[in-house]
């Protein structure tokens, strides 16, 4: 074959399969046995399905018989959910100072969470300056803290290291994307339904009030009232 050749990977079906015998498996996944493949064909015409050669580095080759277009079909749904379900892995990135007070601590620990529950990768970075250089078990001690305080959702997957000025963790989330992404999903839902009932609950009592209410009686007009002030009654 020239070289840089295009090598099929489609199915040999029918007519297509060139050998005198084949080791034929039945629609239901039951062994017939080798067969030659000119009685094979008669079967699959008979049964309304096609022998199609699912084994060719068999000896012989192995076929059954099926319904090669449902097969296709149901295959092509198959690798089309396989790639909706696959993510791309995403590597979010959170920055601290080493002398970080701990307001902002526990503002970027928030983002930390989030970031880790919706199933994303957190590249953690210290960033040292002047003098802090000399001191990086303080970056240390403090990404160990975060660790520490995140386990439950993430795990360190890349230990600290030093970088130039800076020290680097990178913490992994517990769960998978798409596990992350059906229990959010499901969370939001859930306030959203907490949301609907405390809404309908705060207009069945309004309702409620206003039909305990007394009603005010219905003035009645005067004729004078209906009356064209110009017209004499």
Request: proline share 6%.
């Amino acid at each position: 074959m020239p070289s840089g050749g295009h090598i099929s990977t489609e199915l040999r079906i029918n007519d297509r399969i060139r050998v005198s015998e084949v080791r034929l498996v039945g629609p239901n996944g039951e062994t017939v046995g080798i067969v030659p493949t000119d009685q094979a064909l008669k079967l699959a015409q008979e049964a309304d399905l096609d022998l199609v050669e699912i084994a060719p580095q068999g000896k012989p080759p192995v076929c059954k018989l099926m319904d090669y277009g449902k097969f296709k079909y149901e295959n092509a749904q198959k690798a089309r959910e396989a790639r909706r379900n696959q993510t791309n892995v995403i590597i979010k990135e959170m920055k601290l100072r080493p002398k970080i007070d701990q307001h902002d601590y526990e503002t970027k620990k928030g983002h930390v969470v989030r970031f880790l529950r919706a199933g994303d990768k957190v590249k953690i970075t210290i960033m040292f300056r002047g003098r802090e250089q000399h001191r990086p078990e303080l970056g240390f001690r403090l990404l160990q803290r975060l660790a520490e305080d995140v386990a439950e959702l993430g795990f360190v997957e890349s230990s600290p290291k030093q970088d130039g000025r800076n020290m680097i963790m990178v913490l992994g989330p517990n769960r998978k994307k798409a596990e992350a992404k059906v229990e959010l999903k499901a969370e939001k839902e859930t306030r959203r339904a907490e949301r609907d009932a405390a809404e309908a609950e705060e207009r069945a009592e309004r309702t409620a009030a206003q039909g305990s209410a007394p009603v005010a009686p219905k003035k009645e007009r005067g004729r004078s009232e209906n009356l064209d002030p110009e017209i004499e009654a």
